[in-house]
């Protein structure tokens, strides 16, 4: 076979050939012009892509440390909950109250002038990839991210992330994907000033944040309103939301109280192992199945303190190549206050997209 | 009144969107197709004040570049990273098309991506560089092996030395 010969059968094998949009295509180019003409009034919704949003811990820390007022409003809150007729069942709502309750009696981290907020997150994905024969594959890497945010937020944030490492492969194909993937992944160190990581905004969430009702219903409702279309169910993509914002490791007692109590209004929520383990770190896992995909997303506390120890997707079925029952996503979180972060690192980190040909 | 750099960007867009959807669409997970172009534009509009003149290498490294932070971000929502390319159901001839195909996924990522920019984009040597961040000399040397490579998949017969051929007999023969 010549080599244009080879060329041709390459051409033909594209998978998107160069053909006309189709209308759905077209109508998917003018409302995203639509979205970018309205981006200088308001930050792109549906843009950034939606991990970004999941993974970039960005939150207003006006609120942590805040006074006793707050504290003892939501305390209110908790104490009046002889009327509440939510709708996870019984025990794993009394255990969210009581977590509810508990986290407030804990002090928020305060950061002083010079200092760090560290926010340090091990997390392990799931990864997914063809074995050559047509079939997916995965395993699952393990991911650690530092982000350092300084006291004054308008100051350069720090994110150190960690080239991943596999933790964990199933079978020989699985293997080959992990070595296949590891030399892809290297250790990337991110500043910006206000956390304006990748180029993008952290002010649009940190608003989001203060505004959040601190009533358990109320905020139920407004998350309700802001997952609408996501996920497969209005609960279940409730609960994800949840878990998102308390694994941004920053969420000040009284919104963590309200977060807790708010799921506990979310139905189908349950206990759903008592001794849950994350990142050698024990708690109580909370959680809720999802029927469509049979997959279960957790939220892990610990139930004297409070604390939110991390977050987990388990999936069910046997799925991609990975046994039934494994955990296709974990995040755990811990956060401490430093004096210094890391020098060094730029606001997009190794692939500038920016590059100018 | 838009500005200048509005309607630079508005050309750019209108002129780029199907080229970049289906460089997306040829290596991006069906479901993070439109993420990722919405990501590139919304880079490119950030950055309208400093677009190249002819932008669509530029986008392709951006939309290759959010791709990779992607598959970083996004495990939890089953992003499959540089994904294999799958063949349609239909071929012309099929016996040699699966030939073509087996051989495809036998090749390296960089050799498939080296090829697919020439073949699928039908980008010049010049272009091509600049998508892969590299100088021009350099692709035309990547593309050169990466075709070689691929034809000694699809027929490794002719490819030894006369004295390979006579160590290593074909496999089932011996």
């Given at each position: 076979m010549t080599e244009p010969d080879i060329l041709m059968q390459v051409r033909a094998l594209n998978p998107a050939p160069a053909n006309e949009l189709t209308p759905a295509e077209q109508r998917r180019m003018t409302q995203l012009a639509v979205e970018l003409s309205q981006a200088s009034v308001r930050p792109l919704r549906g843009v950034t892509s939606?991990?970004?949003?999941?993974?970039?811990?960005?939150?207003?820390?006006?609120?942590?440390?805040?006074?006793?007022?707050?504290?003892?409003?939501?305390?209110?809150?908790?104490?009046?909950?002889?009327?509440?007729?939510?709708?996870?069942?019984?025990?794993a709502a009394d255990v969210l109250n009581s977590a509810a309750i508990a986290t407030l009696g804990v002090t928020d981290p305060v950061v002083g002038p010079g200092q760090y907020l560290l926010i340090q997150t091990d997390a392990v994905y799931a990864s997914h990839g063809a074995d050559g024969n047509g079939e997916i594959t995965s395993y699952l890497d393990g991911y650690r991210d530092e982000l350092y945010v300084p006291a004054d937020q308008d100051d350069d944030w720090v994110w150190m992330r960690y080239a991943h490492t596999p933790v964990q492969t199933f079978g020989p194909a699985s293997e080959a994907f992990a070595a296949e993937m590891q030399p892809l992944y290297e250790d990337e160190l991110l500043r910006a000033p206000a956390g304006t990581f990748y180029g993008?905004?952290?002010?649009?969430?940190?608003?989001?944040?203060?505004?959040?009702?601190?009533?358990?219903?109320?905020?139920?409702?407004?998350i309700y309103a802001k997952t609408d279309g996501q996920g497969q169910s209005r609960d279940g993509a409730a609960l994800v939301w949840i878990a998102d914002v308390l694994r941004s490791g920053t969420v000040p007692a009284d919104l963590r109280a309200a977060l807790y109590q708010a799921a506990a209004e979310i139905p189908g929520v349950t206990i759903t192992e008592q001794q849950a383990t994350l990142d050698g770190t024990t708690g109580i896992a909370i959680g809720r199945v999802e029927t469509v995909t049979n997959a279960r997303q957790d939220i892990i506390i610990d139930p004297k303190t409070g604390q939110f120890i991390g977050e987990r997707e388990i999936s069910l079925d046997a799925q991609n190549g990975l046994p039934a029952g494994t955990a296709s996503s974990s995040t755990a979180v811990t956060t401490t206050v430093v004096d210094a972060a890391p020098e060094g690192g730029t606001q997009y980190g190794n692939h500038p997209p920016g590059d100018k040909p | 009144m838009p500005s200048d750099e509005d309607s630079a960007f508005s050309a750019a867009y209108s002129s780029n969107y199907a080229d970049v959807l289906r460089y997306v669409q040829r290596r991006a997970s069906p479901a993070n197709v439109d993420d990722v172009v919405a990501e590139t534009f919304a880079v490119a509009w950030r950055r309208r004040d400093a677009l190249p003149a002819e932008p669509r290498a530029w986008l392709f490294r951006t939309a290759s570049n959010v791709m990779k932070s992607t598959a970083r971000r996004d495990a939890r929502h089953k992003n499959v990273a540089l994904r294999s390319w799958e063949p349609p159901h239909t071929g012309a001839d099929l016996v040699q098309g699966l030939d073509v195909i087996a051989a495809w996924r036998q090749l390296a990522r960089k050799d498939q991506e080296a090829i697919a920019l020439h073949a699928w984009e039908e980008l010049s040597d010049q272009e091509a560089a600049a998508v892969l961040g590299c100088t021009r000399a350099t692709y035309t040397m990547r593309l050169s092996r990466a075709k070689r490579r691929l034809a000694k998949i699809l027929r490794p017969a002719v490819e030894p030395s006369r004295a390979d051929q006579h160590l290593q007999p074909y496999e089932g023969t011996s």
């Open positions: 939606p991990v970004r949003r999941r993974r970039a811990p960005l939150i207003a820390f006006s609120v942590l440390g805040a006074g006793a007022l707050a504290v003892t409003l939501v305390a209110t809150n908790v104490l009046g909950l002889g009327a509440w007729s939510g709708g996870a069942d019984a025990a993008g905004s952290p002010k649009e969430i940190s608003g989001d944040y203060d505004s959040l009702p601190r009533d358990p219903s109320q905020l139920l409702q407004t | -």
